[in-house]
Nanobody, 128 residues
């Protein structure tokens, strides 16, 4: 049973930074690319970024490129999302997700259908 649990969300002001974590269990974490998605009220869930299985390559949505970074600690089965220069439009519930297939690259991994396990989400609210 794969389990993903996000933490680190909260209320911050515009321009602040925040780091989200995602603790994984249930399968070999180091074999799977991991993604971050978010969903704002009244909007569809959208791709934020993805990191490959060994942490060497990451891809991001244009809306967060240059402000967000993703890293992973395979020894700790933990994924991170570092968010800098936060904007009110970054307000959303943030989800981590595990790729459906092992050893995939990050390219074309922006669709939610490419992921088969999801966390419960953590709320990030950015005030202006």
């Amino acid at each position: 049973q794969v389990q993903l649990m996000e933490s680190g969300g909260g209320l911050v002001q515009a321009g602040d930074s925040l780091t989200l974590s995602c603790a994984a269990s249930g399968r070999t974490f180091s074999r799977y690319a991991m993604g971050w998605f978010r969903q704002a009220p009244g909007k569809e869930r959208e791709f934020v970024g993805v990191i490959d299985y060994n942490g060497e390559t990451a891809e991001f949505a244009d809306s967060v490129k240059g402000r967000f970074s993703i890293s992973r600690d395979n020894a700790k089965n933990t994924l991170y999302l570092q968010m800098n220069s936060l904007k009110p439009e970054d307000t959303a519930v943030y989800y981590c997700a595990s790729a459906r297939w092992p050893l995939t690259t990050v390219y074309n991994m922006d669709a939610s259908s490419f992921y088969d396990h999801w966390g419960q989400g953590t709320q990030v609210t950015v005030s202006s």
